[in-house]
């Protein structure tokens, strides 16, 4: 039996939409100073309840997710108006005369359901684009972040427009329930396995779907000539492993492949820079995030006790259950059919896996599903462009790591098994609009030629 109540919020949400109030500039302006409010009056209880749920250090909940909404919703409110103007459209000379324009149109009630690592961000972020579209919005954060999800939910009661905008907290069996209903666009981030489930459903009621998912990112990491370079590039896949949610990020560094003549360096540097960055007792450190739950900490750990894999930690490996705590952990050579290295690993062990040659990354890399991000360090242009051109991934990027996400020029979304559909500043927007053609005919001029009946005349042309 559905809930009643999920069944009167959702016709309220209807009609909501129905009544044209989400499609006004003004309601999607003040929706927008809504969210800002939010993250300007309740940034304390934001960054207290991202420690709460994942030990995240406030400094980490800042520029990670409340800071990142933040300029996305300014991004948004300045170029709101443009993102709604219809778009003037040329025509081929056989359409005179005529005019065509694309206008952009909201899709209706959308559903977002959201993952538990980013639990703010991941939320707001595509909340933003839903809003700025003129959509009336169900958000279902993730129940593994409970704090976050109840603040969510109390907030937007609070700040936003509720007969429009509503949370729906709960777990699969809500996300499951939700599904059953009729949207008209389901933005949806987390696991491939739910991105089935949630695709499926869709298709029932012919809804478009955007699924951001996971898989492995990979960086490959070539050598420098100068030491200026290897250790920047060794502080930078630090910081894009562990640096974020304690590697529990889905664009986070998955694994390595470098040359073998490449190894001890590498591994060498990247210890200075976890000793740097966490000191010689990480689970003491603030800087660091801890795993979000004991299901989450037990399968990190059964990653490391298949045959084989715990033999090749070189670094770190302790984990603490009490804590939730996993200390960075560097491992050489893994098995190449072990978990740790044919699933996402989604927390912070770092697999190092050595080839003969850098190029030999990219066959490793095609063998394996469509990574979300693949990273590559080096400057030897003729591998970047082999990388750009011979591997598929959602993005790619040179010579650090992460930074791609932050830029709302840039559109953000997978391909393959990572995920499809795009979104982040007028990409989101656009993810939540339909951009619909209108053309309007003059009748200065006919062709007689285009009418039946085809007489033999008319044949003749
Ligand atoms: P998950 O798929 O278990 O859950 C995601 C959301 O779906 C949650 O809100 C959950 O309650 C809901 N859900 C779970 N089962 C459901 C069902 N049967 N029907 C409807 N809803 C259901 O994923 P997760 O553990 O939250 O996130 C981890 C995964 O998400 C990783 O693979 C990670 O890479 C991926 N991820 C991707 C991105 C991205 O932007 N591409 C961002 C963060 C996480």
Redesign the pocket.
């Known amino acids: 039996m559905l809930n009643d109540h999920l069944e009167a919020d959702l016709k309220e949400l209807r009609e909501a939409f129905n009544s044209g109030k989400t499609k006004e500039t003004s309601w999607r302006i003040s929706q927008l100073n809504g969210l800002l409010r939010i993250l300007e009056d309740r940034e304390n209880d934001i960054s207290m309840a991202l420690k709460q749920d994942l030990g995240k250090h406030h400094v980490e909940a800042y520029r990670d997710e409340i800071g990142t909404v933040v300029k996305s919703v300014n991004n948004a409110l300045v170029n709101l108006k443009q993102w709604m103007a219809a778009k003037k459209t040329r025509l081929p000379i056989a359409a005179f005369p005529s005019t065509a324009s694309l206008v952009p149109e909201p899709l209706g009630v959308v559903l977002i359901?959201?993952?538990?690592?980013?639990p703010i961000g991941?939320s707001l972020e595509p909340l933003i684009g839903a809003i700025a579209a003129g959509n009336a919005v169900v958000l279902?954060?993730?129940?593994?972040a409970p704090t976050c999800s109840s603040l969510l939910a109390e907030t937007i009661l609070d700040y936003l427009d509720n007969y429009a905008v509503k949370v729906i907290e709960g777990?699969?069996d809500k996300?499951?329930r939700l599904?059953q209903y009729k949207f008209d666009k389901i933005f949806f981030?987390?696991?491939?396995?739910?991105g089935r489930?949630?695709m499926s459903a869709a298709a029932q009621h012919l809804t478009p779907v955007t699924l951001?998912?996971?898989g492995k990112c990979p960086a490959v990491v070539g050598s420098f000539s100068s030491s200026r370079e290897n250790n920047m590039a060794a502080k930078r896949l630090v910081w894009g492993k562990f640096g974020l949610c304690a590697g529990q990020a889905?664009i986070a560094v998955d694994y390595i492949l470098t040359e073998k003549k490449n190894l001890s360096n590498l591994v060498e540097s990247l210890k200075r820079y976890i000793k740097q960055c966490y000191g010689d007792d990480p689970n003491g450190s603030q800087s660091i995030s801890k795993i979000v739950n004991k299901k989450h900490f037990s399968r990190l750990k059964s990653l490391l006790d298949e045959p084989m894999v715990k033999s090749s930690v070189v670094y770190g490996g302790s984990l603490d259950e009490e804590s939730l705590f996993i200390e960075p952990t560097i491992l050489v050579n893994p098995p190449i059919h072990a978990t740790i290295m044919t699933e996402?690993i989604?927390g912070p062990l770092l697999p190092v896996i050595t080839l003969e040659s850098i190029e030999d990354s990219i066959n490793f890399i095609r063998a394996r599903p469509n990574p979300?991000a693949l990273y590559a360090f080096t400057e030897n242009e003729s591998l970047q462009k082999r990388l750009v051109s011979e591997t598929s991934s959602g993005s790619i990027m040179f010579n650090d790591t992460i930074l791609q996400y932050a830029v709302d020029t840039l559109p953000f979304g997978?391909v393959g098994g990572s995920?499809f559909g795009r979104y982040h500043g007028r990409y989101s927007f656009d993810n939540f609009s339909h951009e619909k053609v209108v053309m309007t005919r003059g009748f200065l001029v006919d062709f007689w030629f285009r009418y039946p009946p085809w007489t033999a005349q008319k044949l003749q042309l």
């Open positions: 359901i959201s993952s538990w690592n980013f991941l279902k954060p993730s129940e593994l777990g699969s996300g499951e599904l981030t987390g696991s491939t396995r739910v489930v949630v951001e998912l996971g889905c996402e989604f979300l997978g995920g």
